[in-house]
């Protein structure tokens, strides 16, 4: 059974080299294409059900950044993780924010005022400083977590004033089911909303990071302007629940 269980972990370390190989390649294109420098990119392994082991081995591979979605499982994985910058990237629940303080260096979720004056709070308490990206419902999905592009500009404010909080960009996913041609327009959508804010030049927010853009739509993204997308099946294959 180890033997089998070796073996298999052996075949799937094989399958994401040439996975990080294509998706670093895939990325380089994108920049050049979008004007700007590979370096300008940052890609964030997305890391829902990955195991350590082969968390472990990307980063090896020269994996520099990971994200996890649930709260359980970063708490789970945390302490085997090798040196690493991880970020929270899934809805976050209020009440499980003073779990994440201290372990992530970015929550990319922060889509309400009550969210963000917890993250606040308990980022007070632990005398830490919380960077936070506000995540847009671009899609107007009514089941999806995301502020609506109208209420973007209150929800800035709110948070570049409170303490302990640095509003360092936006996130947003587009619609799964959306065409193609819909997707790249939103991608477009958000990267306007970015350049306008970072164009007027609000204390505390800082617009250093567009991140939008998943396993099969990333390139995509960043010829529509992100420079960070967040990458996951396409590098460590499909997930396996357990």
């Not at 700007?36 to 829902?48: D, Q």
């Not at 059900?49 to 994200?67: D, F, M």
């Not at 990237?89 to 009550?114: A, C, F, P, W, Y």
């Amino acid at each position: 059974m180890t033997e089998k269980l070796s073996s298999e972990l052996e075949q799937r370390f094989l399958d994401m080299e040439e996975n990080y190989k294509r998706i670093r390649f895939e990325l380089e294109e994108a920049a050049i294409a979008s004007g700007r420098s590979p370096e300008e990119v940052t890609l964030l392994a997305a890391t829902k059900t990955v195991p350590v082991e082969v968390i472990n081995h990307g980063i090896s591979l020269g994996i520099r950044h990971i994200g996890e979605n649930r709260v359980q499982e970063l708490c789970e994985k945390y302490e085997g993780y090798a040196p690493v910058d991880l970020q929270f990237i899934g809805h976050l629940q209020t009440n499980k924010v003073r779990q994440v303080i201290g372990k992530v260096s970015m929550i990319q979720s922060v889509d309400s005022e009550r969210l963000a004056r917890e993250i606040s709070r308990q980022a007070e308490k632990a005398g830490r400083t919380m960077d936070i990206l506000i995540e847009v419902n671009i899609g107007r999905e009514e089941n999806k977590s995301g502020v609506l592009p109208e209420a973007l500009p209150e929800l800035l404010g709110q948070a570049a004033a409170m303490p302990r909080l640095r509003v360092r960009g936006l996130m947003a996913i587009p619609p799964a089911d959306a065409e193609k041609a819909d997707t790249i327009r939103f991608f477009s959508r958000m990267t306007q909303y970015f350049i306008d804010i970072k164009q007027k030049s609000i204390d505390n927010v800082t617009m250093d990071y567009l991140s939008m853009g998943m396993s099969a739509d990333f390139a995509d993204a960043i010829r529509a302007g992100a420079n960070l997308v967040r990458v996951g099946s396409a590098l460590f294959g499909p997930r396996i629940y357990r």
